[in-house]
């Protein structure tokens, strides 16, 4: 299973937009977003597929998030998801919480933990999990994000 990986699309549309193209391309079947939305017709953009979202510490109208994320029939797991896909368990969060952060690796519960708000691409090892940053689609050089293959944890980020 191909998932994409987004994050701090700061209510970017065009740059979205240029992400779904490239998602397209990899043809993915769910997507993960780590946060800093922006605004609901960011949320739209990925009605394609089935999208997971957290709130980032910028995402200041989260009830309107909140309402176009349902609206879209997408998940909202708030500021931290935790779900499986493909049997591989994943932790979804912004990155801001260090705690929380830090919290979802010392738990080894999780094989993927996904996050964003550093705006750089990083992938390491800590522990069981592959902690994935798959950059941001605003205000980065270049803008990027992640593909990922499950269950076997295959990463490529991809400058977009």
Avoid at 105 to 124: D, P
Avoid at 125 to 147: D, E, K, W
Wanted: glycine content about 8%.
């Amino acid at each position: 299973m191909l998932v994409g990986v987004v994050s701090d699309t700061h209510g970017q549309v065009d740059y979205a937009l240029e992400a779904v193209r490239m998602l397209e391309s990899f043809a993915v079947e769910a997507v993960l977003h780590c946060g800093d939305i922006g605004s609901a017709d960011v949320v739209r953009v990925f009605k394609k597929w089935p999208t997971h979202f957290v709130f980032g510490n910028v995402d200041h109208h989260a009830g309107q998030l909140r309402k176009a994320i349902v609206a879209a029939g997408q998940t909202c797991h708030e500021r931290f998801g935790s779900l499986e896909l493909a049997g591989v368990p994943i932790a979804l969060l912004h990155g801001d919480d260090g705690p929380t952060f830090a919290e979802a690796i010392a738990s080894e519960k999780y094989r993927l933990i996904c996050y964003g708000h550093t705006h750089v691409a990083k992938q390491e090892r800590r522990g069981p999990a592959l902690v994935l940053n798959p950059g941001a689609l605003y205000r980065a050089t270049p803008h990027s994000i992640a593909i990922v293959d499950l269950p076997s944890l295959a990463v490529e980020i991809i400058a977009v």
